[in-house]
């Protein structure tokens, strides 16, 4: 197995993205991927099938003009089949309506009208920045979150260490590794990686023992994968 090979002309970074690479690969071939349920009705398997063509362009889109003429190409496909879709789901909708008041079944009629009412939420945005003060504008609070979370993160402490030895770290242990794996929260939704714990608790000896190489090696170059270094916020106003 490709994971199991020496790691002595790799850096962290190299071996995480093999692993990563090899652990999804792995898991599309022998697992798959169960299709999430939509929560939009009118939504068909001929739009979802263009959602995962858009998805798919989304990680290169970046990189050349092309890339980025084909995801939003895409991305309007997606839109216009969408359309299409909630338009004749709402005309279905309105005939079962109709039909139910012909034939007197009006208390299905008025349950899919009150399935079709939709209740206005006004967003609210309740953030305050270090004075206290209400901010209302998008990119006040958007500020105010960048200098949260940068302040969050500040290393503050301070290195009095005046030694010119370096002591060697003592090497991290199978058995700690596998405990880490043991206690990782299942039913989580997946990090940056996209890689869920289920996952990594599948075969626990060849993923112990790869992480384990992977940690040590981190502890021996001092650098870290970009992954595991990036951090995403999602704000919930």
Request: contains cysteine; aromatic residues 6%; positive net charge.
């Amino acid at each position: 197995m490709i994971l199991a090979e020496t790691t002595k002309e790799r850096m962290p970074n190299e071996l995480w993205e093999e692993m990563k690479k090899t652990l999804k690969d792995t898991a599309n071939s022998v697992i798959g991927k169960r299709r999430k349920s939509t929560n939009k009705p009118w939504i068909t398997e001929e739009t979802l099938r263009l959602m995962d063509n858009r998805k798919s362009l989304k990680a290169n889109k970046s990189r050349t003009e092309e890339d980025r003429r084909a995801y939003c190409q895409a991305s309007a496909a997606v839109q216009r089949q969408a359309g299409r879709d909630k338009q004749r789901w709402l005309e279905e909708q309105c005939q079962m309506v109709e039909e139910g008041l012909k034939t007197a079944n009006t208390k299905h009629a008025f349950q899919v009208v009150k399935k079709l009412r939709k209740t206005f939420t006004r967003k609210q945005h309740n953030i305050q920045d270090e004075k206290g003060r209400l901010l209302t504008e998008l990119h006040d609070i958007l500020d105010r979150w960048k200098t949260y979370t940068g302040k969050l993160y500040m290393d503050e402490s301070k290195d009095d260490d005046d030694t010119s030895v370096e002591e060697k770290a003592a090497s991290i242990l199978v058995d700690k590794v596998r405990e880490a794996i043991r206690r990782l929260p299942c039913g989580k939704a997946a990090g940056y990686d996209d890689l869920p714990a289920e996952l990594i608790k599948l075969d626990t000896d060849v993923i112990e023992r790869v992480f384990c190489m992977l940690c040590n090696l981190m502890v021996d170059t001092g650098e870290w994968p970009d992954d595991w270094r990036r951090s995403v916020f999602v704000t919930i106003p």
